[in-house]
């Protein structure tokens, strides 16, 4: 299989690599964060707002999968999910994740780290409600991360519930909540031609703490 890994790029190919100038055009990480997000909105094909995350199991061994982000301010990044998911599991033992965007159309990542909270019911209530019916039945219908014995279970699954709330108010479910991670790193890479790219990282020793940046080797 190694013959459909594309090769080292030449040195015809970084001669025409975009030179992107500064893009590290605001101080604050989350001001930074939001222009990055902006951009990648207008260039992406679809679901800028996609992160990886990772968590880890009992046994410490690490997991990722993407999600996608659905609100960021001062206090953080936060995602909904089933909480008797694989990562809510895992976010209930050990509270800490990391996540990272990569927006290949504008050559960029962030990466965030740090510790995990529940959101407040209020807020999983007013996202769960504006979502799509069909995703609010979905959220009852699907034991995520389990075991499914076939598309046909998971149908008729979806179909018995849409069946028990007809036309009437889909209630959120008990274990369909958000988490906020709470950044104590950013971490800011842009692409520059020879893999001499440049990294910015922001730390500080907890939430609402001042931040400190450093500039990192590629």
């Known amino acids: 299989m190694a013959d459909i890994i594309p090769p080292s790029p030449s040195e015809e190919a970084y001669a025409v690599d975009e030179d992107q100038g500064d893009v590290f055009t605001v101080g604050d990480p989350f001001a930074l964060f ?3 997000l902006a951009l990648a909105v207008k260039k992406e094909p679809n679901d800028a707002n996609a992160m990886a995350l ?4 009992e046994t410490g061994m690490p997991d990722v999968r993407m999600v996608l982000l659905k ?3 001062a206090t953080g990044l936060t995602f909904y999910t089933n909480t008797e998911s694989a990562k809510g599991r895992e976010l209930a033992a050990n509270p800490k994740a990391a996540v990272v965007f990569h927006w290949k159309s504008i050559r960029r990542q962030v990466r965030f780290r740090g510790p995990v909270e529940p959101v407040t019911a209020a807020e999983a209530d007013a996202y ?3 979502r799509a019916r069909g995703a609010r039945i979905g959220a009852h219908a699907s034991d995520q991360s389990r075991p499914l014995e076939s598309r046909f279970a998971l149908e008729k699954a979806v179909a018995k519930k849409t069946a028990q709330f007809g036309l009437g108010d889909i209630p959120r479910p008990a274990h369909w909540s958000g988490y906020r991670i709470k950044p104590v790193q950013i971490e800011f890479w842009v692409n520059r031609p020879f893999r001499l790219h440049e990294r910015l ?3 500080r020793e907890k939430a609402g703490a ?3 940046k450093q500039n990192l080797y590629p």
Do not use: G, H, K
Not at 54 to 57: F, K, S
């Open 34 to 36: 939001a222009e990055w």
């Open 71 to 73: 609100d960021i301010d």
């Open 201 to 203: 990282q922001y730390n």
């Open 128 to 130: 769960f409600a504006s």
């Open 210 to 212: 001042p931040w400190r």
């Open 54 to 57: 990772a968590t880890v199991d």
